[in-house]
């Protein structure tokens, strides 16, 4: 169970290398697969791959990212569309509001907590949000970039193999792929709140 996994660390390069290991799996699988189907959206909507690769890099996040592909196909007003991806991407900032608190540690420049902030996105948060009172605080930081920026360049390979593969594969494949994410963000939640349930029924017998 993940809740048993040992998560002692000696120094920072052990904790982002654990990061890494933990990403590289079924959270950076799900993550490519929905930007597989971001890239393809790119390439099908006309615009080049650079735009989709500054896209992931700057932005990582993909209903945010929809939907800016999506309102620049159409000829949207740039208020119009910085309304919108601004409004779908305010999730964010809740759960930065979260989740770098339990970032911080001893001997961390602010800097690096706003360089932090940008990586912060649901499949990382959520990693940090069940595991993160697991690790001293100390090596919490490390083990979020080693996670988070493995995620991150899945996602840049994705949307760059996704461009490329477009036309490949059916329509409603590539868009079915983006919403696998937040699809698997759930069923994690889902599972973890079961064991919430169950440590709270040991608890009051």
Partial sequence: MRQTRSFDFD????????????????????MAASFLGFGALVRESGFPLWFGLASTATGWALPGQVALVELLSVGASIVAIISVVALTNARLLPMTVALVPLLRGPGYRRWVYYAASHWIAVTAWA?????????????????????????????LIATAVGFL?????????????????PIYFMLVFAADLRQRAKILARCRR
């Fill in 11 to 30: 120094t920072q390069s052990q904790a982002v290398r654990r990061g890494v290991r933990e990403a590289l799996g079924v959270p950076a699988v799900v």
């Fill in 127 to 155: 990693e940090l949000m069940r595991n993160g009172h697991a690790i001293d605080r100390a090596w919490r930081l490390p083990y979020f970039f080693g996670y988070a920026i493995t995620l991150w360049a899945a996602t």
């Fill in 165 to 181: 593969m477009a036309g490949g594969l059916p329509a409603y494949v590539t868009l079915g792929l983006v919403f696998i994410n």
